[in-house]
Every structure is written in C-alpha cells, then in structure tokens.
C-alpha cells in the first residue's frame, strides 16, 4: 500500500478529468486504487468518469464499493439512485434515494428524481410527497413544480395541476412549450370537467320541465353540437307560441344532423312549425283537412300526440288573442331610456290577456314590434294581474348623436301612447388598454344617473357583456353619479394581437373611438422580429429591398414601438378624468444583492471578492456567491471560510450548470433585492455601488446600468470596442474610477444592452422580463443581451453609468471555450434578434461614448503635464508615422510631451486625439464638437504644431484650426502631394512622370486619378493650378518647412521659388555597422527586397527580373520579406519566395535567416527618405537601388552600394545584380549611419 503515490494518481485523474480525457482519468483512478484499495474518493471520481464514458454498469459497481469502505457518502447514492433505473432497478433506486435522504435530507434533487422513480412505478400518491418536498426545500426549484404536475394530472387533480404548472411558469417565464401545452390541457380538462358537471344539471332541469327554454340555452351554451337539444328547445319554444325561435332551433338541429328530418315526429313537428309561421304571418289561411298534418293515419302513439299538438297550434293562431289597445283600458308608465335601450310598463285597467302587443316608430317609420309581457309573475292584487313589462333596444341607424321622434302606439296604430324627442348623449373615455386590460368610464348624458351596459367585442367575436357600474368618484364630480366605470379583465394569451370594439349592449356600433389594438409590447416586437426572420423568402423583392427591410424598415419600427408604450398605455387624453393608480409603478427603496458566480482561478477571485467586501460603501450591500462546483480545491476552501465568517452567502451547485443558471440561482435566492450581476474576474473600488445605483435610478424604466471597463467590448475604455486585461500604465485602478468619477459622476448613456461582467438589474424589471433564458444559453455568452433585449421589448431602457469604472480581466470561467461560446452566441441572437447586429454596429459607429471617454482621456492628460506639441498626420501608417512615432520619442525624453491629431480611418466625420504611452483614443465629431477640440487643446496647453500630412483632413477644418489656436506650425513634406494628387510623382504602373507642364499633370488625373484619399478633394477643385496655389498658401503660413532630403529640396523650389525649405534628415539612432554579404551558398545569389512591394515600389521589375533571369537559367532568388501588391503574379516563379506581412519586431530576425548577398530598392519614384533602405543598412546588407530620389542620395551619400538608371533594360538589370552580388562576396566594409539630433534636440530640429 503507497497512499502517497495513490493520492498522485487521484490528483492526476482529476486533472485529466478537468480537461475531459476522461479514458486517461480512469487509468489514473485505478491506479490510484490499485496503490490504496479503500480510497472512497478514487472510487467515486472513477464511477464519475465512467458515467462519462457510458459505462453506466461499471459505475455502479465501482459507487457500491464506495459506499461499501464510506457508507456515509450520501451523494453516491444518490448517483446511484440516478443510474439504477437506466438498468431497470427502480426498487434498489429508491432504497438508495431513501439512504441519500437519510444522510442529506436538505437535498432537493434526492426528493425530485426520487419522485421520478416512482411515477415510473406508478405509485403516484409516494411521487406527489417525493415532489412536495422537495419544492418545500426548495421554492424556486421550477422543474419539480412540473414533474408534480405529471402526477397530479394523472390523478386528475386538475385544479392543483394548473397551479403547480402556473408555479413553474413565474420561476422559468421562458418555459418550454411542452409546459405551456400541458398548462392548458390541464385548463381545459378543469374547465370540461366543470362543463360536463353543468351539463348533467341543465338536463336533470329540462327532465322535471321540458319547457324550460332556459335550461335548454344553457346546456347548448355548453354542447352547441347537440341537435337532440336543438330539437327539445325547438318544442319548448313551439309549445310558448315562440314560432319563429322555434323554427330557427329545429333548423338548427337539421344543419347539424340533416338525417334528423327523416325521423317521422321531428318531421310532423317541423312541418307543423312551418304552417304556424305562415298562418301567422297572414300567408296560408287553415284547412285542416288538407293540411299535411292529416295525410297520415297509420301513427304511433307519440306521432298522434306530435300532431295533436302541432294542429291546436295551428288552429288558436287564427283567433287574434293579442288585443288591439283601447284608450280607456291602459296607461303606460315609461321608465328609463338609458343609452340605446328604452325600459318601461303598460298597464291595462280591465281585462286580462296574457300578451300585449305595442308598435315602436322612430321618425314616423316602424322599426318594431313588441310583445309586453307579465311584469310580475307574482301576481299580488287586480292592479299588479294588469301590469305588464316591455324593453326594446334603439336600431343603430339611430344612435347617430341627431334627434329623433320617438312614438308608440298600439297594435292597431290608432293610440300613440307615448311622444317624445330622442338623441343619443354618449361621453366617456377609455384610460387603459393594453394586452391585460381595458379601463374606463362612461355615461349617457341624457340619463346620467344609469349605468350602461356594454358588449366587448375581440377580432369581430363576442368577448364579454359588462355593466359600468364601478365606482368612479374622479367622474362622478363631473357628473353627479360615480357608478360609471368599467373593468375587463383580458386574456393575454388572447390578445397577442387583437382589434377590441365597445358597443352599447346588442348594438354593433363602435364607441369610444374604438376600434383600438390591444396587443402586448413583448408581442409587438416578436411579430416584427418574426417577419424579419421571414424576409429571405419573399421572392417578390430585390436584394436590395430586403436588406432595406431587414436593417433599416424593421429595426426603426422596433424602435419606434419601443419608445411609444408609455404613450399608448395612456390614450386620449386619460389624466383629464384619472389618473391611472392602477398601474402606474411607485418607486421603491430595494436592497442590494451582488451575485458573483465563481468557477476557477484561485488569485483573480480572491481579488474580485476582497475588494467587494472591503470596498466602502454608504449603502449596505449583500453578497451572494455560487460556487458553480469549482474543479480547484482551494476554491472550495477559500469560499467557505468567507461563508462560515459571515462575509458572504455562499451557493453551492454539486455539479457545474453554468453561468446562466448560477447568476439565475442567484437572483432567485433573494426575490426583492436589486442585484448586480459581478463576474469573478472583476475588480472593484469604492462606492462603486452606491454610484452604480444612483445611475439606474436617475429615471424611470431604467433596467440595467453597465459601468466603463477595460474589458467589456462597447463599455470598453480607453478604446472603443478594443479589450485588454490590464488597464493604461499611467494610472492606478483606484485612480482611474476617481477620474471617472470625477468627469461623468452624472453622465449616463442609453445603449442597446448592458454587459454581463457587471450588471446592475432593478428588482421590478427583473420581474416583468423574468429571469435568464438558461435552457437556450446554456453555459454564458449572449444570455444578457437577450435578456436585454427581452425588456427593451417592454419598454424598460439600459444605460452605461460612465461615472464608475470596474476592472475587468476577462473570460477566466471559459478561457478555452470563449471563441466558440462567442460564435454560437452570435449565431443564437442573429437568429432571434436579426436587427441586433445592426443597432450594435450603428451604435459602435456613431460612438455615443465618445464624450465620456474623452473627459476622462483630458483628465489623465492634464495630470501629465500643461505644455504639448500637436502633431497632425494622416491615418495611412508608412513612414510617415515611423518617423513621427521617432520624432516623438526623443522629444518625450527631453520631457516635451506630444499630442497627436488624426482623421479617423473609418469616417471623414470624426478625428482622433492620442498621446504616446498613454494608451488614450479622445474622439471628436467635427459636425459636433469642432468647437470643443480647439477648447481642448487651448486648455491642454498646446504651444506649437507640427504638421506632418494633411491626407483625411478637409481645408475648412484646418484653416479653422490653426486659426482659432493662432499658434506657429511647422511642416514635414514626406511626400509630393503638394504639387502632386497623386502623391508620388508617378503615372500608370508606379513609372515617374519626369515633372511634366501642368497641363499634362491634369490630364494624368483625369486618366489615372488622384490618391484614393484626395480623390474627392481633387474633384472639388478639379484644378492642377488651384490645387498648387491652395499648398502655396498652406506652406507659406508655415514658420518651417522640413524636407528629409536635398533632392526633396531641389524638386518642391522648382514649384515654389519664392519658399525656404529646411533640411532635416528624418531622426535615426548613430551606428557602426559592417556590410557584408550574408550568402554561404555559392551555388545560388539571394537578393531581398524589404516591405510593401507596390508598382511604384518596383513590383513590376521585380517581375520582369525574375521572369529573366528564370529564362536564361541565373541561379538567382528573390525574397520578399514581406508581401506585394500582387502575390499571385508570382505563382509560377519559382525563383520568387514572398514571405507575406511581419511584425516590426520580426524583420532582423527574417532578414538574418534569408541569408541575402544584398538588399534590392526598385522604387521608380523619387522617393522622400525609405526607412527600409535604413532597416537594410542596419542589418548589414549592401544596397542596389535605382538612382532616383531620396534613395540615390543616401546610396551615393554612403559611397557603398550600387546605382542603376530606372529605365536600364532588363538584360543589363539582370546583369548587373548578379555582378553586384559577387562584388558583395568578395568585400566587407564598416559604415556609420544614422542622423544624430542627440542633446537638445528641441533646438537641433526645431530651432526652438
């Protein structure tokens, strides 16, 4: 037995399990149990590695003896508990759940999936307690709540299933759909249940009473398909002389079963039905004896009854029992007309009938006719037996708002027993629709003491009739009587997306400017989200036009919806009456919860947490962290004392979920708290919090706020969507949340999303959005942008709080996985949200930070010091910007500090503000904040500016600019852009134009064009004699006028005489050097040709050179150390070898290993300097070169090397390289080199 070399190979095994090499880790485990027969521990990671490989029978066998040497490792049978029933051991399970319990009974997921067991078992009764505690350990455990409502619907206990599913559904708001199907199944077996019950009892009515017509309407209300029901209420309605209601049930019956006419006594009954109608309507006259009732006289008992009855109906319809109305046997009482119903009651002195029959004329024409019925069926005395009830509604031709003449007269039209004037009054308001409810008052002017009664009307179907009856006590001041209000209560699942009409009761005429939408806000953004998603498949567009939808129609729609919900949930002018108490939220004073999900990394961790619990702070803050089952030990460790002290809540997850669901978990575990969602790679300062809170706070629907970090792509800071881990040298952390502080303590930003690694998420959004979609998102990236996304959908808003500043390092719970987190992430929100990826690369484009950034970039610039140089250049790189990153260098070391302007690379709009070693990117928008640069950099102190190029820079800007400074300004010309649009001096295929009459010069731009970058300013000028004066006039305002080279010199005075040029050599480190050849290979000459070979590089000698010198068999290579203009030109040479881009760092290293005789320059314009012609000279390489420019004057300055007219022919090129390089063989020579300003340079250079 060597426990020492067992715990080895244990602590082996989970190394190797960590990286998943899950077979290695089993042959560590068992060596490890092979060294220590009774290690419990190697045995239960063995049986964990196993499950992992499939092997679920092995590890049980190996979790058995486990337990056999630890019977006191509760979780190892709860592993088996979970791995038993895979092999159809469903009682050795609950054995093994049971002992799990009896050694942990605080652990939910033994209950759970013991429960499981069971409803496999189908002991139902056992499964509901298994469930039931296990949600009483643990409320927020959602999927129990859902396995209890299996079991419950299989005990048909459907009202506690909707519950228990309902449960589920507040804890995971983004369930599955398997859920919500089951949620309404068990709705609808609930609501059948109910029906079948109701049914029973309307038929037990209609049993003692087949006349019931109302028993009858109440079980089709239940069962409208029922045509036996249809013909009983065709009976009972036959049988109160209801011929018409009669009819349409019996036809009723036969829509729904048409065989039914064939059965004989429907048949009878229905004919009979028919002849009543007609006899009633004066259209047949009775003769019984030829009647179709009398045809028949072979008849069953019943039939005999059917026709009996059918021919007493018929034969009492030619006896008028309605009597016509006479002046001295009635008066009529009317009650109310209340909106567009009249109420009221006739009362007949004398006599007794049981139906009265009045007219109703409106403006003198008929439009009904109405049976007064008893009043009272309790007939108590002679004057109530007289008494008898009428109602009638007001067609809506007539509810126009004009006066009409209202009349009723009797039967016989000879009485008008009432007269009088009517119009429809209506005024109300609707407060509050939405995809919950409808909200409002109303009253009829001319009867404001009623109550109206409405019907509610979604997508053209009858909703709901309502009495406005609630108490409105804002209205009643207005109108003397308070019971005008109305409520409806709407589904949501119903108004995902529907019209809703009010009318008056049996009207179909809209009021209250209804039709209205009510449609949820969540669903409003979907639907557009998913016409989105479908736009690729209209084949009736263009590309164009869908892209035209996709990123610009959509996206502004989404918006615009986004921004109008707190104008739609208060339509027509609502606060007049109320003020909507209901629903409008009240700000409240929530704790704070911080949540920091932690996986790995010992140190980072522990600085994150120390900071957060001994950072200071004005308002109390808890700390809940969730150990996400941590694969380091010391992890575990370090978390429980910090728990066990009290500083922390600590969460403890026995297998690894995942960000999402640990920050879930986390927000869970605290219901009323605010949180801040803190990854464990964050660091804080102090405050921190406070000013985070106060940020979310500032207004209304504020979601989330986001701080300023180094490391949080557009909260990034210094640059824009640039990440680093660290943050600028220059400053502490400390320091820099004190600038930030500092500039924008006030400055909060509205943006598309928050980021996860510091989240701060108010406790009432949290609520209405709901929780992270874990299931989708899995183990992080993208879960808060969908969240986000999520509660823009319901109006809530994200703000960066650019006051508050939190280190992050980033991504130390994924370092592996991030890239393919990161990609299916993006996949996952391009599919749900395809207008995301516009709305965030318009918002990286506009940089809406650019102010917050830039207030702290000018802080940190003032604490550097009050005295800069600005220097102006262009955005190109090259060597210009070598030279002036070597011209700041030394300037920084006689402590002159530089600024430097550049136009952005991206938009002509914008220009960039650095400094050198400040890792700092100030932006500013010259539509914008042209102003504010100059102000800048009078308060910044600049004395003096350097100009290097003027490329990207527009005239207006830098005339306003050096004009506003009023400062001196100095010019390096690097190149011919002055005298030349296109830069180098040269004409098609890189060739020098040999400075030909400017009228040439413009015919060379309209054939060739200018420089990419002075395209469109050429084009405003269109002039080569404007374009000289304009750099005339520029250079003459210079105080100096720098040239690197005399050739540079003796070229810019033929353009302009009356200017001084001063020459200064570009600054460049003195040395010795020995140049030598470097080739030990005889057989073979390598030449090296150094950086971006271009035509005016020389890319087509290069060309012709190789291609020669294949031909005639010269064992010369070339090498490009570096890439071409066109690579694939190269293809077939195979004496040409292009190694492709490097790193400045790189280049001595790739010249030493090419082993070259020389260096090559086939640069056939006049260049200015050529830095590579210095990188060569360093590396100890003789030069060849065209002698032109620059480059033959340091060529022939040196007295080394060799120089050769550009227009040589390619035999004599070919020639002479070769002849060069045996040259170089055969010598070595010691050169200085360099241009040294060393010691007051300030003076040397500047003349300062």
């Not at 791995?83 to 759970?112: M, R, T, V």
């Not at 079963?257 to 059965?263: E, F, T, Y």
């Not at 026709?307 to 029992?321: G, P, S």
């Not at 930070?849 to 802080?859: H, K, P, S």
Request: glycine share 4%.
């Amino acid at each position: 037995m060597n426990v020492k070399q067992a715990k080895i190979y244990f602590s082996l095994g989970k190394a190797l399990a960590k990286k998943r090499e899950w077979k290695e880790a089993i042959a560590a485990y068992r060596q490890a149990i092979e060294r220590e027969q009774n290690f419990a521990d190697a045995y239960h990671f063995l049986g964990d590695a196993l499950v992992e490989t499939g092997d679920q029978t092995e590890a049980i066998n190996v979790y058995k003896k486990a337990v056999e040497i630890n019977p006191e490792l509760w979780e190892l049978y709860h592993k088996l508990g979970n791995l038993l029933p895979e092999i159809g051991e469903l009682e050795e399970a609950i054995i093994n759940y049971h002992k799990s319990i009896e050694l942990k009974s605080d652990f939910c997921w033994s209950y759970n999936n013991l429960g499981d067991v069971l409803v496999k078992l189908e002991k139902w009764e056992e499964a509901v307690s298994a469930y039931r505690r296990a949600i009483e350990l643990n409320p927020d455990f959602a999927w129990t709540y859902d396995n209890l409502g299996d079991v419950l619907v299989k005990l048909g206990n459907w009202e506690e299933a909707i519950a228990t599913y309902r449960q589920f559904m507040e804890i995971q708001p983004n369930f599955s759909p398997k859920v919500e199907e089951k949620f309404n199944q068990a709705l609808h077996q609930q609501v059948k249940g109910r029906l079948e019950q109701a049914l029973s009892c309307y038929r037990q009515a209609i049993e003692k009473d087949p006349t019931d017509v109302e028993s009858y309407q109440k079980a089709l209300e239940i069962k409208p398909d029922d045509a036996e029901l249809y013909i009983g209420l065709g009976n009972a309605w036959y049988d109160k002389r209801e011929y018409q209601k009669a009819f349409d049930a019996y036809q009723k019956a036969l829509q729904i079963q048409p065989n039914l006419v064939k059965i004989e006594e429907n048949a009878i009954v229905f004919a009979a039905c028919q002849q009543a109608l007609k006899i009633h309507s004066g259209v047949l006259k009775i003769e019984v004896e030829n009647s179709k009732l009398s045809h028949t006289e072979t008849t069953t008992e019943n039939w005999q009854k059917y026709r009996n009855l059918a021919q007493e109906k018929i034969a009492t319809e030619n006896q008028e029992e309605t009597v016509a109305i006479d002046e001295k046997l009635i008066s009529l009482i009317y009650e109310e007309c209340i909106g567009n119903c009249i109420k009221g009651w006739i009362f007949k002195q004398q006599g007794s009938t049981k139906i009265l029959t009045i007219n109703l004329y409106i403006d003198r024409r008929k439009v009904s006719q109405i049976i007064c019925n008893d009043y009272n069926k309790s007939k108590i005395n002679d004057l109530e037996k007289g008494k008898y009830g009428f109602e009638f509604t007001i067609p809506d031709e007539y509810l126009d708002g004009k006066e009409h003449k209202l009349e009723i007269k009797s039967l016989d039209n000879q009485q008008i027993i009432l007269h009088r004037n009517f119009s429809l009054q209506i005024k109300g308001n609707i407060d509050v629709v939405n995809s919950m409810r409808i909200e409002g008052w109303i009253v009829d002017i001319n009867s404001p003491h009623n109550s109206l009664e409405l019907d509610v009307y979604v997508n053209g179907l009858k909703y709901q009739s309502i009495v406005a009856n609630l108490q409105r006590d804002d209205v009643g001041e207005i109108f003397g009587f308070s019971k005008l209000g109305f409520f409806v209560n709407l589904s949501e699942e119903r108004l995902r997306g529907s019209e809703i009409v009010l009318t008056l009761k049996d009207s179909y005429l809209p009021i209250l400017n209804t039709p209205i939408m009510a449609i949820s806000q969540e669903a409003k953004t979907h639907t557009i989200s998913l016409l989105n998603q479908k736009v690729s498949g209209f084949d009736f567009l263009t590309d164009g036009e869908k892209q035209w939808l996709t990123k610009v129609v959509f996206p502004n729609l989404k918006n615009f919806i986004r921004h109008q919900q707190k104008n739609e949930q208060q339509l027509f002018n609502a606060k007049t009456y109320h003020q909507l108490s209901l629903w409008r939220s009240v700000k409240q004073e929530a704790s704070l919860n911080v949540i920091v999900p932690v996986y790995r990394n010992l140190k980072v961790t522990q600085q994150c947490l120390e900071r957060v619990i001994q950072s200071k702070r004005n308002r109390p803050y808890k700390i809940t962290v969730i150990n996400d089952c941590s694969p380091e030990l010391e992890i575990h460790t370090y978390l429980d004392e910090l728990a066990n002290s009290g500083q922390i809540k600590l969460i403890k997850h026995p297998e690894n979920e995942g960000f999402v669901k640990s920050v879930n978990n986390g927000m869970m575990s605290d219901t009323q708290s605010d949180v801040v969602l803190l990854n464990s790679d964050a660091y804080v300062t102090d405050y921190w919090l406070d000013y985070l809170r106060e940020a979310v706070y500032k207004e209304e629907r504020i979601a989330t706020a986001t701080p300023f970090s180094n490391n949080a792509t557009i909260f990034s800071y210094p640059i824009n969507c640039q990440e680093t881990e660290d943050i600028p040298k220059d400053l502490t952390l400390e320091e820099l949340a004190q600038i930030c502080r500092q500039v924008n303590q006030n400055v909060t930003i509205e943006v598309p999303s928050g980021h996860g690694f510091c989240l701060y998420i108010r406790r009432d959004a949290l609520r209405e959005v709901g929780y992270f979609d874990a299931e989708t998102w899995g183990k992080g990236y993208g879960e808060e942008v969908d969240w986000c996304q999520r509660a823009l959908d319901l109006g809530w808003r994200h703000i960066a709080a650019t006051g508050v500043f939190i280190q992050h390092v980033g991504s130390q719970s994924f370092v592996g996985d991030k890239i393919n987190l990161i990609n299916r992430s993006m996949k996952l929100i391009a599919e749900k949200y395809p207008e995301y990826d516009l709305v965030i690369q318009e918002f990286i484009k506009s940089d809406i930070f650019a102010t917050a950034r830039r207030n702290i970039d000018l802080e940190r610039l003032r604490r550097c010091g009050d005295r800069f140089i600005l220097m102006i250049n262009h955005n190109l790189g090259g060597g210009t910007e070598k030279y002036l990153q070597d011209l700041v260098y030394i300037l920084d070391s006689e402590n002159i500090k530089s600024l430097i302007l550049k136009p952005d690379a991206e938009s002509k709009d914008w220009v960039e503000l650095t400094a050198p070693k400040l890792d700092l990117l100030a932006r500013y928008n010259l539509s914008n904040d042209g102003k504010t640069l100059i102000q800048d950099l009078q308060n910044l102190g600049v004395f003096h500016i350097h100009i290097h190029h003027t490329i990207g820079f527009s005239k207006n800007f830098l005339d306003k600019l050096l004009k506003e400074l009023a400062l001196n300004y100095d010019v390096t010309l690097h190149d011919y852009a002055s005298i030349c649009p296109r830069v180098s001096l040269s004409q098609a295929e890189g060739k020098y134009c040999q400075e030909p009459p400017i009228q040439v010069c413009e015919l060379c731009i309209e054939e060739h064009g200018a420089h990419n970058s002075l395209q469109k300013l050429y084009e405003e000028i269109d002039s080569m004699e404007i374009w000289r004066s304009n750099s005339e006039n520029f250079l003459k305002g210079a105080r100096k006028i720098f040239v690197p080279s005399q050739d540079m010199t003796t070229r810019m005075s033929k353009y302009f005489p009356e200017l001084e040029f001063t020459l200064r050599y570009h600054p460049e480190v003195r040395k010795t050097i020995t140049l030598h050849s470097q080739n030990d290979d005889e057989s073979s000459i390598k030449i090296g040709l150094i950086g971006g070979i271009s035509e005016i590089k020389g890319l087509n000698t290069l060309y012709d050179c190789a291609s020669y010198a294949a031909k005639i068999k010269k064992e010369i290579e070339f090498i490009v150390i570096g890439t071409t203009a066109k690579n694939n030109l190269f293809e077939k040479l195979s004496n040409v070898t292009i190694y492709g881009s490097y790193k400045q760092e790189e280049l001595n290293e790739l010249i030493s290993k090419s082993k070259l005789d020389f260096a090559a320059f086939f640069s056939t314009w006049p260049e200015t300097y050529c830095y590579t012609l210095s990188e060569a000279l360093e590396n100890g390489l003789y030069p060849f070169a065209f002698d032109i420019g620059a480059v033959g004057e340091r060529v022939r300055k040196l007295g080394l090397g060799y120089l050769i007219e550009p227009d040589v022919n390619v035999a004599s090129l070919v020639d002479a390289l070769y002849s060069f390089a045996n040259q170089c063989r055969q010598q070595e020579d010691t050169v200085n080199i360099g241009n040294d300003y060393s010691d007051l340079f300030m003076n040397k250079y500047y003349n300062l």
